[in-house]
């Protein structure tokens, strides 16, 4: 059972436009999520966070919205460039009091393609 | 530099020849893993660690084992290998709660 989807393989888009790449989690008990970005022959690296408590994070070119009612949030690249071409994944966890593993659940990855 | 480092970066290796793909972190992490990576299926959870001499299943934990002798250090161990276990995998490390987790560079297993 996928508890964290992302739902597009891929998305391509010209540069100096928006990116949007989106995600949906059943668990309603995640109050943690995270963008991580990915290059080919390398490992992911972490992108930008939010916590429940907010609906919104920026920084720099990058914003992730997220809407609790829906399980929902998405990641907003602007603008997008060619070296943001990459595999972005997003990930869940959920805090658990003093045995809280802090464990990352994770999507399954979109694919961005910037075209210059 | 904060890194978590993992070893070799690629393996080849043949069926049922056991193997150890090593992982070691320098920021004192508590917390460490094991995810491996296969097309459609994102980043799964074979294996985690809460601290030294602490460690329980993740979500596909069949066919490895870890061991946590030493807060910097994690290994993956595939004693009897298949070729169902070629993956790409990457060994992380976070602090307990929520924050994010380091990655290391990954190992391309190829069993044959």
């Known amino acids: 059972d996928q508890q964290v989807k992302q739902n597009s393989p891929s998305l391509s888009v010209q540069e100096g436009r928006i990116s949007i790449l989106n995600c949906d989690y059943t668990?309603?008990?995640?109050?943690?999520f995270l963008w991580y970005k990915k290059y080919p022959a390398e490992g992911p690296t972490f992108l930008i966070s939010?916590?429940?408590?907010?609906d919104k994070n920026e920084d720099g070119r990058f914003t992730v919205f997220l809407n609790k009612s829906a399980k929902h949030l998405s990641l907003h690249i602007v603008p997008s460039q060619p070296g943001d071409s990459a595999v972005y994944f997003c990930a869940a966890s959920a805090f658990e009091g003093s045995s809280n593993t802090g464990k990352l659940i994770f999507g399954q990855g979109t694919t961005l393609q910037v075209k210059p | 530099e904060a890194q978590v480092t993992q070893n070799p970066r690629y393996l080849i290796t043949v069926t049922g020849k056991k193997l150890t793909v090593t992982c070691s972190q320098n920021?004192?992490?508590?917390?460490m893993s094991w995810y491996r990576q296969d097309p459609g299926l994102g980043l799964r959870q074979i294996y985690y660690s809460m601290n030294v001499e602490v460690t329980d299943k993740g979500d596909v934990p069949e066919g490895y084992k870890v061991s946590r002798k030493e807060k910097r250090n994690f290994p993956l161990i595939l004693e009897s290998p298949s070729p169902n276990q070629t993956s790409l995998y990457f060994c992380a490390s976070k602090n307990r709660g929520n924050t994010e987790a380091f990655f290391g560079q990954g190992t391309r297993l190829t069993v044959v």
């Open positions: 939010i916590s429940s408590i907010k």
């Open positions: 668990n309603s008990m995640f109050d943690y």
């Open positions: 920021m004192n992490h508590e917390y």
